[in-house]
């Protein structure tokens, strides 16, 4: 994929409302974000089946589990994955960049209408960024595109109802 073979400019440019970090170690990772940055509280979800279902890696069925933990940092939500079971884009990160920056999102995952969400699919695709892996978390849905040789980074849509996950805990936790 080259921006020589992107199709016309979007009319407005595409919102971005996360940024996530792949880790070995999300605790770890809690910890230096908020003692170096001031990051958090963080609400902290382990995704497993059933709760986190219909998952595909590039096309295929496939289970896997993760630590997911999310923060508000002005108007960008911050999100920080660690794989735990399970093939998965965030373990093939791992494996081939190490811990870091792993995707772009915009998530809009407080309505019921797809619209918005199929409109950033279709542009993707006339990119020809495929989708790398999918699934649902409740009534959300969420997609990864292949856009790493342009961005340098992957990029994720969320769209769906919002009854995410069950909360686990929070970092740090209340005392």
């Known amino acids: 994929m080259s921006l020589a073979a992107a199709p016309a400019r979007p009319a407005e440019p595409v919102q971005i409302n996360q940024i996530a970090f792949v880790v070995r170690d999300v ?7 908020t003692c170096t940055l001031g990051w958090g509280p963080w609400n902290v979800y382990e995704l497993e089946p059933p709760e986190l279902h219909d998952t595909y890696v590039r096309g295929v069925p496939t289970d896997f589990t993760m630590i997911l933990a999310m923060t508000q940092v002005g108007p960008i939500e911050v999100e920080v994955i660690q794989p735990l079971e399970g ?6 990160w791992l494996d081939d960049h190490g811990e870091g920056l792993h995707h772009l999102a915009v998530v809009q995952s407080h309505t019921s209408d797809f619209e918005d969400d199929e409109a950033t699919r279709a542009h993707f695709e006339k990119l020809g ?22 961005l340098k980074a992957v990029f994720e849509t969320v769209a769906g109802r919002a009854d995410g996950p ?7 936790s209340e005392r």
């Open 87 to 92: 093939p998965s884009i965030y373990r093939e």
């Open 27 to 33: 605790d770890d990772t809690l910890e230096n974000f």
């Open 166 to 172: 069950k909360l686990t805990r929070v970092y740090p």
């Open 129 to 150: 960024a495929p989708v790398l892996m999918e699934g649902r978390i409740g009534g959300s849905h969420f997609w990864y595109f292949d856009t790493q040789p342009v």
